[in-house]
């Protein structure tokens, strides 16, 4: 009498049976090397869009906020460490940052339709940009910021500078770093009065 096969023999000859021209096997096999070279070329475009070349390879960018930003602390300082547009506009985390890329999309939107083409435009919406933008980092609890900054890092410094105590009251209020540190990177829009300043 026969033995029948047992499950790891009958898989094993499910996987070899052809289909119409290849086996179920080879197929797999196709399948599972296109989607390492799919998933390999997108993380690799992902990546890509990080760079602050990429960022600033429309003149909206290059001729608005980049000039801005390189006047700030976040581009030159004496430790050397240089913030960059991702360090602060996109989340480190995988699912955070396909969700933001997708947000981010309606900025080429609006170069695509000119809705920010110009200076005087960039600059008529500067303030609904700001504030989108404030809002995201606001709701995340400035994830962003805190990716290289924070409370738990800090030490009380010993010249007596009053920033240490302003961030410990901050803290405690439930303050995130945007309620307090806009404009920190790019220059505020016009319209912009500092509810910080008003308490």
Same mark, same amino acid.
């Given at each position: $009498? ?8 009958? &898989? ?6 052809? #289909? ?13 090397? =296109? ?10 475009? $992902?990546?890509?869009?990080?760079? =602050? ?18 006047? &700030?602390? +976040? ?6 460490? @240089?913030? &960059?547009?991702?360090?602060? +506009? ?8 396909? =969700? @933001?890329?997708?947000? %981010? ?16 435009? /960039?600059? %008529? ?16 609890? #400035? @994830? ?8 738990? %890092?800090? @030490?009380?410094?010993?010249?007596? &500078?009053?920033? /240490?105590?302003?961030? $410990?009251?901050?803290? %405690? ?27």
């Amino acid at each position: $009498m026969k033995n029948k096969p047992n499950i790891l023999d009958q &898989t094993w000859i499910f996987l070899r049976k052809p #289909s119409s021209k290849y086996s179920v096997l080879t197929i797999g096999l196709i399948c599972f090397y =296109l989607g390492i070279l799919f998933w390999g070329g997108f993380n690799t475009g $992902m990546e890509a869009t990080n760079k =602050l070349e990429f960022c600033i390879g429309c003149h909206e960018m290059n001729d608005n906020v980049y000039q801005e930003y390189k006047k &700030t602390i +976040h581009y030159s300082n004496p430790s050397g460490v @240089r913030a &960059t547009c991702s360090d602060c +506009h996109v989340p480190k985390d995988w699912s955070h940052k396909l =969700l @933001r890329k997708i947000q %981010a999309s309606q900025e080429l939107w609006g170069k695509i339709t000119g809705k920010i083409d110009t200076r005087e435009k /960039f600059e %008529a919406r500067r303030m609904a940009l700001a504030t989108s933008e404030w809002e995201r980092m606001k709701a995340t609890d #400035s @994830r962003e910021c805190r990716n290289c900054h924070s409370f738990e %890092a800090m @030490r009380k410094p010993l010249d007596g &500078t009053l920033g /240490f105590e302003i961030h $410990m009251k901050g803290k %405690a209020r439930g303050k995130t770093c945007i309620d307090c540190h806009k404009g920190i990177a790019h220059l505020l829009p016009r319209e912009y009065e500092d509810p910080v300043e008003e308490e």
